[in-house]
């Protein structure tokens, strides 16, 4: 399962990118282990290997692009039998827009004048 997910985020990715040319496409596949890799031309890398461990499967991998603001990113991830884990010094979330004022103020106001009981 946490295979299919993997696998379907690295689809997103490729399908977001549909004007890169693929420079490098590997697949293997075995009925207790896999590996692949992808490389798009925009600067989109990906690699993934997993391996079946009694009932559980064991992934890791990585992934790499060029983000809009042109860093970097770089994500090593672990997932297995306790969840996907990022393994990467720096891990990259969106940073949210800040809270406006307006609504700052109407927060103070519902803290300062409680709904009665």
Same mark, same amino acid.
């Given at each position: 399962m946490k295979f299919l997910i993997v696998f379907a985020c690295v689809?997103?990715?490729a399908a977001a990118n549909e004007n890169a040319n693929v420079l490098r496409n590997d697949a293997e596949v075995n009925v207790e282990n896999f590996k692949y890799a992808l490389e798009l031309d %925009?600067? +989109?890398n990906t690699q993934q290997e997993g391996s079946l461990n009694g009932e %559980?499967? +064991?992934v890791k991998g990585s992934y790499k692009f060029t983000s809009p603001e042109g860093e970097e990113v770089s994500v090593q991830y672990t997932a297995d039998e306790n969840g996907y884990h990022v393994d990467a010094?720096? $891990?990259v979330l969106p940073t $949210? $827009?800040?809270i406006p004022a307006y609504i700052l103020k109407s927060i103070e106001y519902i803290n300062a004048h409680p709904? $009665?009981?």
């Open positions: 689809l997103a990715i %925009n600067s +989109v %559980n499967w +064991v010094a720096k $891990p $949210p $827009p800040p709904a $009665p009981q």
